[in-house]
């Protein structure tokens, strides 16, 4: 089956830095998502994109499906963007499958 | 408030009581799923609908039955609860077409 692989699997930064994060996918993809898990458990969504790029705010998102792979940046950082990062592929078959995830720490 | 709600929250149990948690979508999605999390092994999918009477094994699917007789609903039911099903348990929704998925607030299960 696909594999979806994440990196870095944990990130310490200053408050204030920016960062990216990478998801990885071993085949074409129907959708992709990204979540965020705030330390309370909760799962966030972030963005639906199966192609191209999206903003909100500052986050931004882009995936090139033809070469496999999804960026989530972050910038200016804050204490709250802390957590765990999630990809989320669908591989055509209906099924959902979640990379390994990405745990951020910010610093005050 | 569109949302997706699960209960409980928390339980705990013991070996081979069987049990039930419910999930409820507000937003008439046809694409429902369970998934569990487990520490370092990220969010694994248990069983999906794709609509009413719908539905089909994800990639855990061992000890757990689903049933979606109802649009809004899709109960995840333990038969014979084992240890090693203790995990954080989420459901989630979202239309067909579009696939963006909403999460529940999660389910923490503690069989002993």
């Known amino acids: 089956g696909i594999q979806v692989e994440q990196s870095p699997p944990d990130l310490i930064l200053q408050e204030g830095a920016n960062s990216t994060l990478r998801c990885n996918f071993s085949?074409?993809?129907?959708?992709l998502q990204w979540f965020h898990q705030n330390p309370w458990g909760q799962l966030i969504n972030l963005f639906y994109?199966?192609?191209g790029t999206k903003q909100n705010g500052r986050l931004s998102a882009t995936t090139v499906a033809t070469e496999r792979y999804s960026l989530l940046y972050i910038s200016s950082s804050q204490t709250t963007d802390s957590g765990v990062y999630f990809c989320?592929?669908?591989?055509?078959?209906?099924?959902?499958?979640f990379g390994k995830g990405t745990r951020l720490h910010i610093l005050p | 408030e569109a949302q997706v709600t699960q209960n409980p929250r928390y339980l705990i149990t013991v070996t081979g009581k069987k049990l039930t948690v419910t999930c409820s979508q507000n937003?008439?999605?046809?694409?429902m799923s369970w998934y569990r999390q487990d520490p370092g092994l990220g969010l694994r999918q248990i069983y999906y609908?794709?609509?009413?009477?719908?539905?089909d094994k994800g990639d855990v699917p061992e000890g757990y039955k689903v049933s979606r007789k109802e649009k809004r609903n899709f109960p995840l039911i333990l038969e014979s609860p084992s240890p090693n099903q203790t995990s954080l348990y989420f459901c989630?929704?979202?239309?067909?077409?579009?696939?963006?998925?909403?999460f529940g607030p999660g389910t923490r299960l503690t069989v002993t």
């Open positions: 989630a929704s979202s239309r067909r077409e579009i696939g963006e998925q909403y």
């Open positions: 994109i199966p192609s």
């Open positions: 085949d074409s993809v129907n959708n």
């Open positions: 609908s794709m609509n009413v009477e719908v539905t």
């Open positions: 989320a592929v669908e591989p055509g078959d209906d099924k959902i499958i």
């Open positions: 937003m008439n999605h046809e694409y």
